[in-house]
């Protein structure tokens, strides 16, 4: 079903804004500060904020992003829950394991951090990889998932493995899911110079509201080392994992939202999703790219607290 998405939040920041998680994190309405917690011997980072007393909500980002990806949602979002915007293993300002990335792995550590904080359930919404996580969650810890939800992607599957190598007329060239599975290379290439390629994805696959050079400098610091682009790799390195663990996985019993962007993925959601759970469902976020989180900030928050009550 269509959604037509309102006019954009402004986007404006300083040119000496902060670019460290704790000065981030202080500079949002909601109350929201900088943590870290050891889970299974992995230094996960999170931003926590908003209301004690409301049914938690855990946010999980995608590449080539952090936490920070959450900010134009953040504050509304804290008015109605407990929210935690999680990095990921391998992302930000958490550990860079050699191992670990396939998303059922990722998967149990936001289970671990839930575990560590008392959290005994909780809505987990993600956008790119941190939708493969969230579904990955909602398959493994069903007794820890209240609602999930999908933000463009879904969770890696077979069909996945025949994506083309060449681009074709009318379908977008997903170049970079091959080139992030090289191993060493990209390393290479692009240590000191990541905002070359986060300038060319937020220039391609956006189509609503930019990506505001305050935030890509942000995303360019925490991507800019050797050791960050092997890290953000290994979520890709480890597809063939996944669409293998996929397999194994029982449709989801807890509701399932999907959002798609108009000039992105909301097709493809739409053949995906319904196989993926008992109850889904899915939207279209009218005038939108991939970066719906930032691109569409009032959307989002309107269609989850809609579904997440």
Do not use: C
């Not at 996580?133 to 609602?147: E, I, L, S």
């Not at 293998?244 to 000039?263: F, N, R, S």
Request: proline letters at 7%; glycine letters at 10%.
């Amino acid at each position: 079903m269509p959604r037509t998405t309102p006019a954009p939040l402004d986007d404006a920041a300083p040119a000496d804004a902060p670019l460290d998680d704790a000065a981030l994190a202080a500079s949002l309405d909601g109350g929201f500060t900088s943590r870290h917690a050891d889970v299974d011997g992995v230094r996960l980072h999170y931003v926590e904020g908003g209301d004690p007393a409301g049914a938690p909500l855990v946010l999980l980002g995608g590449w080539p992003q952090t936490w920070w990806q959450w900010r134009k949602v953040l504050p509304d979002l804290a008015r109605r829950y407990r929210v935690l915007a999680v990095d990921l293993r391998g992302m930000g300002g958490s550990a860079k394991p050699e191992g670990g990335y396939d998303k059922k792995t990722l998967a149990r550590d936001v289970h671990g951090l839930l575990v560590r904080l008392g959290i005994g359930s909780a809505h987990v919404v993600g956008h790119d990889i941190g939708a493969m996580v969230a579904y990955a969650f909602a398959a493994n810890h069903p007794g820890a998932t209240r609602k999930v939800a999908l933000l463009d992607v879904s969770h890696p599957h077979e069909g996945w493995a025949a994506m083309p190598l060449l681009p074709r007329a009318g379908l977008r060239h997903l170049w970079w899911f091959a080139f992030n599975q090289v191993h060493d290379l990209p390393e290479q290439l692009l240590a000191g110079r990541s905002r070359i390629l986060l300038d060319w994805l937020f220039g391609a696959m956006t189509r609503g509201q930019e990506i505001d050079e305050h935030a890509r400098a942000v995303y360019a610091r925490a991507y800019d080392d050797p050791e960050a682009i092997r890290a953000g790799n290994d979520w890709y390195r480890a597809f063939p994992q996944d669409i293998a663990d996929l397999a194994t996985y029982a449709p989801v019993t807890a509701p399932l939202l999907a959002l798609g962007g108009e000039h992105s993925n909301h097709e493809r959601l739409v053949a995906d999703v319904p196989a993926l759970g008992a109850d889904t469902r899915v939207v279209r976020i009218d005038g939108s790219g991939h970066y719906l989180p930032e691109e569409a900030p009032r959307a989002v928050v309107e269609e989850l607290t809609r579904f997440l009550g």
